[in-house]
């Protein structure tokens, strides 16, 4: 189950998806996020899906691994419908039992609530799956740069993220690690009660909390001993360029989601 989560995972690759400025990659993808929001109508939603679908066809990416990023937050998503299902108010009352009911319009709400959070995850999977750790960190800091003026660490804050999703896949490999090495000395995760289960979790979060600690100074040692100070000026290997394919697609894909956030009040 920790494999699953896709979450700072990157997968290389030379499609264009790859090949796109970060910086293209980040704002399309707000734009994506932000779209989402806008989309109340289920041929509306058909158009996203068409469009996620081309999107994982051209930049090669496994659908299956998006699959596993989608069970490794089933949980969560199963608890935004438990609560958008059983707590909306108003509409027609379809069933009820005590303080919890559940209505026609809520049902509604409940299905495009969970694809919204859905093509949400996959959206921004696809992302980070395409995207190198160092290029979203320069891709962020370069779109930050204007707030340096007013005094803002964009460079800092863009390092802070980008070594906040690296070390995502890291931890949950530390984690399962801890996990195979208790279970050889017999603990058991998997029963009793919910109390004592989550007892049993001290075995993992404490040496996980302890390697995570100790990863930390160690990657402090290493930026310092190669001359990292933060605020100063930085080069870089590969500087960021936009080029023709950057401006065609964020022309494009812009466009698009413009369309679907206003489809709905186009065509209602």
Same mark, same amino acid.
């Given at each position: 189950?920790?494999?699953?989560?896709?979450?700072?995972?990157?997968?290389?690759?030379?499609?264009?998806?790859?090949?796109?400025?970060?910086?293209?990659?980040?704002?399309?993808?707000?734009?994506?996020?932000?779209?989402?929001?806008?989309?109340?109508?289920?041929?509306?939603?058909? $158009?996203?899906?068409?469009?996620?679908?081309?999107?994982?066809?051209?930049?090669?990416?496994?659908?299956?691994?998006?699959? @596993?990023?989608?069970?490794?937050?089933?949980?969560?998503?199963?608890?935004?419908?438990?609560?958008?299902?059983?707590?909306? @108010?108003?509409?027609?009352?379809?069933?009820?039992?005590?303080?919890?009911?559940?209505?026609?319009?809520?049902?509604?709400?409940?299905?495009?609530?969970?694809?919204?959070?859905?093509?949400?995850?996959?959206?921004?999977?696809?992302?980070?799956?395409?995207?190198?750790?160092?290029?979203?960190?320069?891709?962020?800091?370069?779109?930050?740069?204007?707030?340096?003026?007013?005094?803002?660490?964009? %460079?800092?804050?863009?390092?802070?993220?980008?070594?906040?999703? @690296?070390?995502?896949?890291?931890?949950? *490999? *530390?984690?399962?690690?801890?996990?195979?090495?208790?279970?050889? @000395?017999?603990?058991?995760?998997?029963?009793?009660?919910?109390?004592?289960?989550?007892?049993?979790?001290?075995?993992?979060?404490?040496?996980?909390?302890?390697?995570?600690?100790?990863?930390?100074?160690?990657?402090?040692?290493?930026?310092?001993?190669?001359?990292?100070?933060?605020? *100063?000026?930085?080069?870089?290997?590969?500087?960021?360029?936009?080029?023709?394919?950057?401006?065609?697609? $964020?022309?494009?894909?812009?466009?698009?989601?413009?369309?679907? %956030?206003?489809?709905?009040?186009? $065509?209602?």
């Amino acid at each position: 189950m920790l494999r699953d989560i896709t979450i700072g995972q990157y997968i290389p690759g030379d499609t264009i998806v790859h090949r796109l400025d970060p910086r293209v990659k980040i704002v399309l993808t707000l734009f994506f996020i932000v779209a989402l929001f806008f989309v109340k109508r289920i041929p509306t939603f058909l $158009f996203v899906l068409l469009f996620i679908v081309f999107v994982v066809k051209i930049s090669k990416t496994p659908p299956m691994v998006l699959i @596993r990023g989608l069970k490794s937050m089933a949980f969560f998503i199963g608890i935004a419908l438990f609560f958008n299902m059983f707590f909306y @108010r108003g509409g027609t009352v379809l069933f009820q039992w005590k303080f919890l009911q559940i209505t026609k319009e809520g049902l509604i709400f409940s299905l495009f609530m969970f694809l919204r959070i859905i093509f949400l995850i996959v959206g921004s999977s696809l992302m980070t799956l395409t995207t190198s750790p160092i290029e979203l960190t320069d891709g962020l800091e370069s779109l930050m740069s204007p707030l340096k003026r007013f005094g803002f660490p964009a %460079g800092e804050l863009a390092m802070m993220m980008s070594i906040s999703l @690296r070390y995502v896949p890291i931890l949950i *490999e *530390e984690a399962e690690k801890i996990v195979k090495a208790q279970k050889s @000395r017999g603990a058991d995760f998997d029963t009793g009660s919910l109390k004592e289960r989550a007892k049993k979790l001290l075995a993992i979060l404490v040496p996980l909390f302890a390697n995570a600690f100790r990863r930390a100074d160690e990657l402090a040692v290493a930026m310092e001993s190669r001359c990292y100070f933060p605020g *100063e000026e930085r080069t870089r290997m590969k500087p960021l360029a936009f080029k023709k394919r950057d401006f065609i697609a $964020f022309l494009l894909v812009g466009a698009f989601f413009i369309f679907v %956030g206003s489809f709905d009040v186009l $065509f209602i």
